[in-house]
């Protein structure tokens, strides 16, 4: 990438994501996950106008989920992550502000989750988590 580079630690997951802004103005993310290994890279396209570009989940020191979109306006951003558990009720689920990075969004929760649904300039938008494994976070 070239250009203004920010790259941030996730605290909970472990994940690292890169933002930096293209001289062509364009801004990209790219996320990696605990142990250094691509996940996904994003671009502030306009072709795709979801708010939600993917999520993710997986286990170091407890298990975690990732969601990572585009803000394209002034309202705020919620994402809710939610998942099974059995001893409680039959769903539940954790709702977070986002955390901007540029025009990207970034939000993880500690927990076990297979879902994410984001709420953003009256669109509601969900997806499945994606694993990506057993990782130990170092």
Known sequence: MDGLKTTQ???ISGCIAGFAHQSDGR???????PQ?????????????????RGGWRGFGVGPWAVAIGVQRG????SVRFYGRKR?????FRVVLPAV?????WVAEAAG???GVEVVA??????????????????
Do not use: H, K, M
Not at 74 to 77: A, I, K, L
């Open 74 to 77: 002034p309202d705020p951003t």
């Open 27 to 33: 801004s990209v993310l790219e996320l990696f996950g």
């Open 112 to 114: 076990t989750f297979s």
């Open 121 to 138: 300039y009256g669109r509601r938008t969900g997806t499945r988590l994606t694993p990506i494994g057993r990782l130990i976070r170092s």
């Open 36 to 52: 250094g290994q691509p996940l996904a890279v994003f671009s502030n396209s306009l072709l795709d106008s979801s708010a939600l």
């Open 100 to 104: 901007a990075l540029g025009d990207f």
């Open 87 to 91: 001893l409680v009720r039959p769903t």
């Open 9 to 11: 630690v996730l605290p």
